[in-house]
């Protein structure tokens, strides 16, 4: 099949049926994406400016712009997107254009018949290009809040390690800081709130730093005070080490979920019902989608806090083919008043078709 038959196929793929096929502007505000996926994606985006000083970005996914559409026409209709062009991201080698095509499924109240479809349609993508052999590795953000909620510490800092749960460097380094909570902080331990803001302004004048282009003395000084309280707020080394442990297993799906329960119950926390839901969604990615090599990582999810339930990456020899999984928090984290049911997959078409069978 030629290049140009293949993109018809998946094209008829992503606009089948009751799919609304999209093609959201290529240059968009980037506000959104620095609020929900932070100063670290923001890095990687392409920026650009109007004549009237107005912030754009070139589209660096699909994703964020359907949601923001969906709001338009009520957060709670069920509705199917469908999408196939050009996004546009920094990489280690400079600005780059490539090609993504996938499918978002919103409001649908059945979440494993929404999965069993995106399951269904990134089998077909791979079957279309020939794709060979292909490793799947899965990923519970469900599981790790259950865990987070059952373990011994204090509340202030179940949602500072949630924020970090994804990045194994940064939760490593945390971790750590938790493990040795008598390393030393710099600063006028003990002095008010006052106090410190004008200790602050007059370090920052001294270091001819300007009190307004960043952030102020009273902000800096309530930041550290923060981080006082926090220090304060011990969190007990079993607490720390089974974190540790839970966020190593990785390996054959069934075989890492039964330790990850074994290590949870010698902790006394129960995640059954939690487990049992992951292993209906592994169960359809070996059913629909006729993958039998799964991994199960306990750390692996995207590194965006809207995510929820179960993500997977299928990967193939040239890298990532296909990521999805639930985001249902996105929504509202656009507007809407409540969580509302969603998934979807992209696929790395640049990638399918440098790998494709002739």
Same mark, same amino acid.
């Given at each position: 099949?030629?290049?140009?038959?293949?993109?018809?196929?998946?094209?008829?793929?992503?606009?089948?049926?009751?799919?609304?096929?999209?093609?959201?502007?290529?240059?968009?505000?980037?506000?959104?994406?620095?609020?929900?996926?932070?100063?670290?994606?923001?890095?990687?985006?392409?920026?650009?400016?109007?004549?009237?000083?107005?912030?754009?970005?070139?589209?660096?996914?699909?994703?964020?712009?359907?949601?923001?559409?969906?709001?338009?026409?009520?957060?709670?209709?069920?509705?199917?997107?469908?999408?196939?062009?050009?996004?546009?991201?920094?990489?280690?080698?400079?600005?780059?254009?490539?090609?993504?095509?996938?499918?978002?499924?919103?409001?649908?109240?059945?979440?494993?018949?929404?999965?069993?479809?995106?399951?269904?349609?990134?089998?077909?993508?791979?079957?279309?290009?020939?794709?060979?052999?292909?490793?799947?590795?899965?990923?519970?953000?469900?599981?790790?809040?259950?865990?987070?909620?059952?373990?011994?510490?204090?509340?202030?800092?179940?949602?500072?390690?949630?924020?970090?749960?994804?990045?194994?460097?940064?939760?490593?380094?945390?971790?750590?800081?938790?493990?040795?909570?008598?390393?030393?902080?710099?600063?006028?331990?003990?002095?008010?709130?006052?106090?410190?803001?004008?200790?602050?302004?007059?370090?920052?004048?001294?270091?001819?730093?300007?009190?307004?282009?960043?952030?102020?003395?009273?902000?800096?000084?309530?930041?550290?005070?923060?981080?006082?309280?926090?220090?304060?707020?011990?969190?007990?080394?079993?607490? $720390?080490?089974?974190? @540790? =442990?839970? &966020?190593?297993?990785? %390996?054959?799906? +069934?075989?890492? /979920?039964?330790? !990850?329960? #074994? *290590?949870?119950?010698?902790?006394?926390?129960?995640?059954?019902?939690?487990?049992?839901?992951?292993?209906?969604?592994?169960?359809?990615?070996?059913?629909?989608?006729?993958?039998?090599?799964?991994?199960?990582?306990?750390?692996?999810?995207?590194?965006?806090?809207?995510?929820?339930?179960?993500?997977?990456? $299928?990967?193939?020899? @040239? =890298?990532? &083919?296909?990521?999805? %999984?639930?985001? +249902?928090?996105? /929504?509202?984290? !656009?507007? #809407? *008043?409540?969580?509302?049911?969603?998934?979807?997959?992209?696929?790395?078409?640049?990638?399918?078709?440098?790998?494709?069978?002739?």
């Amino acid at each position: 099949m030629s290049a140009e038959a293949r993109r018809e196929a998946l094209k008829a793929l992503v606009s089948a049926d009751d799919i609304a096929f999209v093609a959201p502007p290529i240059l968009i505000p980037p506000a959104p994406y620095f609020d929900l996926a932070g100063e670290e994606f923001g890095a990687r985006m392409i920026l650009t400016s109007a004549a009237d000083g107005a912030d754009f970005c070139l589209r660096p996914d699909f994703t964020l712009p359907i949601a923001m559409r969906h709001l338009e026409i009520g957060a709670g209709t069920p509705a199917a997107y469908g999408y196939l062009g050009p996004i546009f991201r920094h990489r280690a080698d400079g600005p780059a254009e490539f090609d993504q095509a996938g499918i978002e499924l919103l409001a649908h109240e059945d979440a494993g018949s929404a999965l069993d479809r995106i399951v269904a349609f990134a089998r077909a993508t791979l079957d279309l290009y020939g794709a060979g052999a292909t490793s799947v590795r899965v990923g519970s953000i469900e599981i790790f809040e259950a865990l987070l909620a059952a373990c011994d510490m204090p509340d202030v800092w179940r949602p500072r390690i949630r924020a970090r749960f994804g990045h194994p460097e940064a939760m490593g380094r945390l971790l750590d800081r938790l493990a040795d909570p008598h390393a030393p902080m710099p600063g006028p331990e003990g002095m008010p709130q006052r106090a410190i803001a004008e200790w602050v302004g007059e370090l920052m004048a001294t270091a001819g730093l300007s009190p307004t282009e960043s952030r102020s003395p009273e902000e800096i000084a309530a930041r550290y005070l923060e981080k006082q309280a926090l220090k304060a707020a011990h969190v007990p080394a079993p607490t $720390i080490d089974l974190l @540790r =442990g839970c &966020l190593s297993i990785s %390996g054959e799906a +069934d075989t890492a /979920l039964t330790a !990850l329960d #074994a *290590r949870a119950r010698q902790a006394g926390i129960d995640l059954s019902a939690v487990l049992g839901v992951t292993r209906a969604r592994l169960d359809q990615l070996r059913t629909t989608g006729g993958f039998d090599r799964l991994v199960f990582d306990a750390g692996f999810s995207p590194r965006l806090d809207y995510y929820t339930g179960v993500t997977f990456e $299928i990967s193939g020899p @040239r =890298g990532v &083919l296909v990521s999805g %999984g639930q985001y +249902d928090r996105l /929504l509202r984290r !656009l507007g #809407a *008043r409540e969580d509302i049911p969603a998934v979807g997959c992209a696929v790395w078409v640049d990638r399918l078709e440098g790998g494709a069978a002739q």
